[in-house]
């Protein structure tokens, strides 16, 4: 079956290191791909999202490409911030799966001044 | 826009009794949510699709009679976790997905902050 495999946290940076959270996918066909953001004590925000190999997410200073010949989706960031302190979700929607979200296990990330 | 919220936050329940979570969406309506469930260092694992007006489409091995969900209007859905157990405790989060919007496979879902529920 579909799963997602994301690397395991919590990974601690200071400010204005560069980020990478690896995530790998395995699924039939074409997936879509996606990174959630869960801040303290709110519930998860879509960050980014890709739907087709080769695409480039981004937003807030975040970007991941699909790549499905290493079928991963790795989250970067340049320059990280405290703001960005929060647990990052790597997910997918499998080719015809209806809106069905699956969910690596998530990385915590905690950024330090 | 696209809040979602969860009610209540936290709850704590005697095994053997019954706990309802509700889930509404608050400004806007939709069509389709979800139930997912988090152990602690784990992912979310969906437990169940609940559709306004049908019945809820629950996963394998997610019994149905055990956690009763009803999405009774477009911006409310419950999820009643039957005759508790210690092995119940976890922390349920649900999702919505926006009323008008088609078929397809890249939506974004607006998830609530999640019930943390504890059974003694």
């Known amino acids: 079956g579909n799963s997602v495999t994301q690397m395991e946290g919590p990974v601690t940076l200071s400010e204005e290191a560069f980020l990478t959270i690896n995530c790998t996918y395995t699924?039939?066909?074409?997936?879509?791909l996606f990174w959630y953001v869960q801040y303290p004590g709110e519930g998860l925000q879509l960050l980014l999202k890709?739907?087709?190999?080769?695409d480039k997410g981004s937003n807030k200073g975040f970007e991941a490409t699909y790549r499905k010949e290493t079928t991963s989706f790795h989250l970067e960031k340049g320059s990280v911030q405290v703001s960005d302190s929060a647990v990052y979700f790597c997910a997918l929607i499998g080719s015809g799966g209806y809106n069905k979200l699956i969910f690596g296990a998530g990385t915590r990330l905690a950024v330090h001044p | 826009g696209a809040v979602v919220s969860q009610h209540p936050s936290r709850v704590i329940c005697k095994s053997g009794t019954s706990v309802k979570i509700e889930c509404r969406s608050l400004d806007f309506q939709a069509t389709t949510m979800f139930w997912y469930r988090q152990f602690p260092k784990k992912s979310l694992m969906l437990m169940a699709t609940?559709?306004?007006?049908?019945?809820?489409?629950?996963e394998q091995g997610v019994e149905k009679d055990k956690f009763l969900i009803n999405h009774a209007s477009l911006t409310l859905s419950t999820l009643t976790v039957t005759s508790a157990h210690p092995e119940d405790s976890s922390f349920y989060i649900c999702s919505a997905i926006a009323l008008g919007t088609s078929g397809g496979v890249s939506y974004e879902q607006y998830f609530g902050p999640g019930t943390r529920l504890t059974v003694t």
């Open positions: 699924a039939t066909g074409y997936p879509s």
């Open positions: 890709a739907t087709k190999a080769d």
């Open positions: 609940s559709n306004e007006g049908s019945k809820a489409t629950y």
